[in-house]
């Protein structure tokens, strides 16, 4: 059974701060790894995907990935209201993706 | 381009009836992928296709679903009989193998009453 896990939150974190969102995964197999942000009553979107073991930095937004422990998490730096937002942390193995139930975002103004 | 199309974008019916959702990948995406989000369970795979061709339907839930892709440019996902359990947002991706990257469609929202 493939599975991923996100700390379901909810995650409140003060406006100009930093949100850690953690993720771990079941298969060592699984190669890629996304994150998307879905905003209520929308679809997922895609924020960042990442293969190598480290970090890999997109503006505000900074995905790390440890494939010895399994674990990928996402950093958003300054984080502003309109970051808030479910996060859906996703492995991909076989061309299939497994996502993970999302952590809740808010960012207080 | 316009992106993943999806409908109809809300659809409620009663239980008992056939629903048919219908999807429109991203020109040149050769993988098509059908999802059900609920509350309790998150983003559950149903089934996706390669090149029209059903590579893995295992997380379709019952005998109820079915799911075609009879060119590729359209895909739908029918459940017949519907029940009140399978109210659901039902989302179709769609992907590249040069991108690996997915894009979801708006989603249907279907209530089964």
């Known amino acids: 059974q493939k599975e991923v896990e996100q700390n379901s939150g909810p995650l409140s974190v003060p406006e100009g701060a930093i949100a850690s969102l953690n993720c771990t995964y079941s298969d060592r197999g699984s190669q890629s790894f996304f994150w998307y942000r879905q905003y209520s009553g929308k679809s997922p979107e895609l924020i960042m995907f990442?293969?190598?073991?480290g970090d890999k930095e997109d503006g505000r937004f900074t995905a790390q990935l440890n494939k010895a422990s399994q674990y990928v998490s996402l950093l958003i730096r300054d984080s502003q209201p309109s970051d808030s937002a479910t996060y859906l942390c996703?492995?991909?193995?076989?061309?299939?993706?497994?996502f993970g139930t999302g952590t809740s975002l808010t960012v207080i103004p | 381009d316009a992106g993943v199309i999806q409908s109809p974008r809300h659809e409620v019916t009663e239980m008992g009836q056939e629903v048919t959702l219908r999807c429109k990948p991203i020109s040149g995406h050769d993988y098509l992928f059908w999802y059900r989000q609920t509350m309790m369970r998150g983003l559950e795979l149903l089934i996706y296709f390669n090149n029209n061709v059903p590579i893995d339907d295992s997380g379709m839930p019952e005998d109820r679903f079915s799911a075609k892709m009879p060119n590729a440019s359209f895909s739908t996902l029918k459940i017949q009989p519907s029940e009140p359990r399978d109210s659901a947002v039902y989302f179709c991706a769609s992907l590249t193998d040069s991108t690996d990257t997915q894009y979801f469609g708006p989603g249907t929202r279907l209530t089964v009453l």
């Open positions: 990442i293969y190598s073991n």
């Open positions: 996703a492995a991909e193995f076989g061309n299939q993706f497994y």
